[in-house]
């Protein structure tokens, strides 16, 4: 009898322990990778080939920068999971602020930049700061993490848990380092991301050649896309109906995979801008936005603003102004401005879509609630005569 009563206790500490290593070891499907060769760029929530401008929002997977970034008030890395860098950055980075609202934290990995670093009032609760030239701190700790700089490193104010490892000098005011101070250091930075190997704009060419065999509609300014016998379906729509649009329905199942050609007109003298804003997207028929790629093409400019849209975005040449809303899914595009600091607009944010349940945790769930059924003592019947 204790041999039966153990089972609930058994299968709940395997269940858990398979959910425990699913969220942490497995990474998010998107089956739109496998229409072209991303180069991993799927372990990423925000790819830009170009700058970052980002405020007051956060970005909820890992972010890879190409040129510079310019953060405040943000959180970047809440949902990555075993990461090294959580923050890729190939040119400078400039982090927090004075203010006690100018902030911010990179969570779950470190921060790499290609040039110089500086960090203001940003949290880093796991992770290393790395940079190839200079690095300065502060009023910010290093709570799990080391820093190491090609050149020199200011720390003021700045608590840092492992060593300080510079090629050139450190200068340390008001600040603690637990670990070892390596100064004029032999220092070998490997770049964690090759962005010259990585070109958007074959990526997004290369899916606009696909034949359209999807069935679109357009009723009442609502455009009805619909997803029906093939597993991969493409729509081409025009920058007009999009913009036009209030809503866009997306149907199909859970297997297929859609993808959004939404493409420049053809004459020269068409506009290069994309304004989709205040519009309503809706999944039906099982379809997550994991599936769904919007491919926007030959635009050089897109405003989003006051969206919902569920699904990755692909603009290679484009920067994207992207203002108090959401995304759920991958952007991938040249530069973007998510906010502004002097209006006082916040940053669209850009969150990690969640997996549906694999295989293996409905298995040990019904198992799990089987025996634990099974185990309960069975009330017997009295009759009262």
């Excluded at 990778?33 to 405020?55: A, H, P, Q, V």
């Excluded at 959180?75 to 980075?93: F, H, M, P, R, W």
């Excluded at 379906?233 to 209030?246: G, M």
Aim: proline letters at 3%; a positive charge.
């Amino acid at each position: 009898m204790q041999m039966v009563r153990s089972f609930p206790l058994l299968f709940l500490v395997v269940f858990l322990t398979a959910a425990s290593w699913r969220g942490t070891c497995h990474a998010i499907y998107y089956s739109w990778t496998s229409i072209e060769d991303f180069k991993g760029i799927d372990r990423y929530s925000l790819f830009l080939k170009g700058n970052l401008n980002y405020y007051r929002s956060d970005v909820e997977g890992r972010v890879a920068v190409g040129g510079n970034a310019h953060l405040k008030a943000f959180s970047i890395g809440e949902k990555a999971t075993n990461s090294k860098y959580s923050l890729v950055v190939g040119g400078k980075l400039r982090a927090g602020g004075s203010g006690n609202h100018e902030g911010g934290q990179v969570n779950n990995g470190g921060i790499y930049s290609g040039k110089k670093v500086v960090l203001k009032r940003v949290g880093l609760p796991e992770g290393d700061v790395v940079s190839k030239s200079n690095v300065k701190l502060k009023d910010m700790t290093v709570e799990q993490g080391s820093v190491v700089a090609g050149n020199g490193v200011k720390l003021k104010n700045a608590f840092v848990k492992g060593d300080v490892t510079s090629g050139g000098k450190v200068k340390l005011k008001d600040s603690t380092v637990e670990g070892q101070v390596k100064e004029h250091a032999s220092v070998h930075i490997q770049e964690p991301i090759d962005f010259h190997d990585i070109d958007l704009g074959d990526i997004s060419g290369g899916i606009l050649s696909n034949t359209e065999n999807g069935a679109q509609t357009y009723v009442n300014g609502k455009l009805l896309l619909k997803c029906n016998d093939p597993l991969i379906c493409y729509f081409n729509i025009s920058a007009t109906q999009i913009e036009n649009a209030w809503g866009i329905d997306i149907s199909a199942s859970s297997k297929k995979t859609v993808v959004i050609n939404v493409k420049k007109a053809e004459d020269p003298s068409a506009k290069k801008s994309l304004t989709i804003e205040n519009m309503a997207f809706r999944l039906l028929g099982g379809i997550g936005s994991t599936n769904i790629l919007y491919n926007l093409y030959g635009f050089k400019k897109i405003t989003m603003d006051h969206i919902g849209l569920k699904g990755s975005i692909l603009a290679p040449g484009a920067t994207v102004n992207f203002f108090e809303g959401n995304m759920e899914g991958i952007l991938m595009a040249q530069n973007l401005n998510g906010g502004s600091w002097k209006d006082g607009k916040n940053g669209g944010q850009i969150n990690t879509p969640v997996p549906e349940p694999s295989t293996l945790l409905l298995v040990f769930s019904t198992l799990f609630l089987y025996v634990l059924l099974s185990s309960i003592p069975r009330v017997k019947r009295v009759l009262i005569k």
